[in-house]
């Protein structure tokens, strides 16, 4: 079945619904979302969404926060767009009913992350991301124009003459349908369960990212995958967040002696950005042989529990007591700064497709995101987009002169047998193994050349099935993400490697762009 609405929004997270929201007084928008419509990481979120309103805050200093997070790779016209506009967003939020945490006088009070100069992440509880998700909600409800689809797969991108023209979806009963759109946006989310630790939820596979791939769109900064350094590590419970958000409360990471370590690693120690976090949990590991723990035992003048109830009831579903345990963690996968490569106003290099939020890849978040700027970027892109996507389609604008390079175009390869274990979980498991948090040479070898094998017989397979598309997704995330970790051949922000351990901005201090190469038409 064909349906045809003006616009086409692919995922319902805080990118998709801003966008739809700003679509709605354009024409008819069609929303689909993979499952239930407030599934996905927005409503996942915990810590916060960094905003420069505080009046011992200023854009320019989240600016300044942001870019050496990014470690010497974010564009600062994104994110000039992101900390400039995000006050007047999250103030639509707030006028929209938003009830994020407030002080004694009634105004938001916001609190401390990793890398932020100033308290400036506002929160609702340690459940920032289900407040946000439920007034976007409820302002879509209201809109007659905005139409929701739920369970609705998007397997395909549908093009006519180089032009994205909408998309192709399989329902729960895996029949085929086609919504085609004057403009259609990817915000599809990222792709953490490429990996087999992720904080994560199930529907992040890197659909939109795979799709975009496969019909021709450019896609940048792979190689920049972000560990978050603080999830619960307690055999048989899930791999949960603790929000970055405890630490800037004070909690403090402690070794297996039960000594305070990270000042030894970071003069901001704690709140060094989240690889650097990362890494120094993964080496005092090794040094020490025993876990790591993070404690909120001294902090006697906070009331963790009720700072953090969601946090507090996943330790004690796991047996501990947030406010007195020293509770196990280590470092998993939550974020990818690479994507779908964008301008400010969310155009791809396909015209008729744009992307936002975490799919896309603006250059905002360089090689490492700043704390709790993903939801704001979702918030200030999905914006962007929603509000130039009733002009004609045309590609995107470039962006500075050298900071974009592409490379070599992926060739589409032979035919191939799949590689005999060729399934998710072995996909997974090998990411985790080979693309992780330290990458070795032999790694990246072995990971490059699995996952080329392994994307050739998923490309050259015939099988139309939802399993087919999903494995195909996550193959070919990890495939563009090998080739980019193996091509960059220095350490920064997301991406280190034992081989070339030092950051090189003569030979490295810009981004790449991979592409498929189009067979003749
Ligand atoms: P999402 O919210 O992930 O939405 C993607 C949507 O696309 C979903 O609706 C999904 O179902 C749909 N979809 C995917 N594939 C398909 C398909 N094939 N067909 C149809 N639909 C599809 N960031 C912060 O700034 N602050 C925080 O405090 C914070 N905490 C986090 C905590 C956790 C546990 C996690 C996982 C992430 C957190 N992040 C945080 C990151 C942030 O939540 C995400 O980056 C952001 O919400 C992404 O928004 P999005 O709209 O791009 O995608
Ligand atoms: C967290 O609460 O630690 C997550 C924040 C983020 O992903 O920015």
């Known amino acids: 079945m064909t349906t045809q609405p003006d616009f086409l929004v692919l ?39 960094a905003v420069a309103m505080g009046d011992d805050d200023s854009p320019r200093l989240h600016l300044e926060d942001t ?24 103030s639509e939020l707030l006028a929209w009913g938003a009830r994020f ?10 609190t401390r992350e990793a890398a932020h100069s100033v308290r400036r992440v ?8 289900r407040e946000i998700s439920r007034v976007l909600h409820e302002q879509v409800a209201a809109l007659p124009a905005i139409t929701i689809i739920d369970h609705a797969i998007v397997t395909e991108l549908l093009c006519e003459g180089g032009v994205c023209v909408g998309a192709a979806y399989r329902d729960a009963q895996d029949r085929r349908h086609e919504v085609r759109a004057r403009a259609t946006l990817l915000a599809t989310g990222g792709a953490g369960q490429v990996f087999a630790q992720t904080t994560n939820p199930t529907v992040t596979t890197g659909d939109g990212m795979a799709m975009a791939f496969e019909v021709g769109a450019e896609v940048a900064d792979l190689e920049f995958v972000q560990f978050h350094p603080t999830v619960l590590d307690v055999p048989g419970r899930p791999r949960f967040l603790l929000s970055e958000a405890l630490r ?38 090794q040094r020490t042989g025993g876990p790591i723990s993070l404690s909120m035992a001294h902090l006697r003048d906070l009331d963790v529990h009720a700072r953090f109830p969601q946090i507090s009831e996943a330790c004690r579903e796991a047996g501990l007591d947030l406010a007195r345990d020293p509770v196990p963690v280590s470092p998993a996968v939550h974020y990818v700064m690479g994507g779908v490569v964008t301008d400010l106003d969310g155009r791809t290099s396909l015209p008729g497709l744009y992307a936002a939020g975490e799919v896309a890849c603006t250059g905002v978040h360089g090689a490492n995101r700043l704390a709790s700027n ?93 399993a087919s598309a999903q494995l195909r997704s996550l193959v070919t995330v990890a495939y563009l993400m090998s080739r980019a970790a193996l091509r960059r051949e220095e350490s920064r922000g997301g991406h280190y490697r034992t081989d070339f351990p030092e950051r090189h901005d003569d030979t490295w201090g810009h981004h790449c762009s991979d592409v498929l190469q189009r067979t003749a038409e």
């Open 11 to 49: 995922g319902s997270g805080i990118a998709a619904l801003r966008a739809a929201l700003a679509l709605a007084s354009r024409g008819s928008v069609c929303v689909l979302t993979k499952g239930e419509p407030d599934q996905g990481s927005t409503g996942w979120a915990q810590g916060g969404i």
């Open 67 to 90: 870019l050496a997070a990014g470690d010497g790779l974010c564009e600062p016209d994104a994110v000039r767009a992101l900390v400039g506009e995000g006050p007047r967003y999250v």
């Open 101 to 110: 945490d407030r002080d004694a006088q009634g105004r938001p009070a916001p």
């Open 122 to 129: 506002l929160h609702a509880d340690d459940a920032t991301g």
């Open 248 to 285: 800037g409360e004070g909690a403090r990471l402690l070794n297996v002696a039960g000594e305070a370590f990270m000042g030894r690693y970071e003069s901001a120690a704690e709140l060094a950005p989240r690889d650097r976090v990362a890494r120094a949990i993964v080496r005092e590991r």
């Open 374 to 466: 993903s939801l704001l970027e979702g918030l200030v892109f999905g914006a962007r987009a929603g509000a130039v996507m009733g002009e004609p389609p045309r590609v995107r604008d470039g962006w500075g002169p050298g900071r974009l390079v592409a490379c070599a175009p992926a060739v589409p390869g032979p035919a191939v047998e799949a590689p005999a274990d060729l399934d998710v979980a072995t996909v997974r498991l090998r990411a985790w193994r080979d693309l992780g948090l330290v990458r070795t040479p032999e790694g990246l070898q072995a990971a490059d050349a699995w996952f080329t094998q392994a994307r050739a017989a998923c490309v050259a397979s015939t099988a139309g099935d939802l």
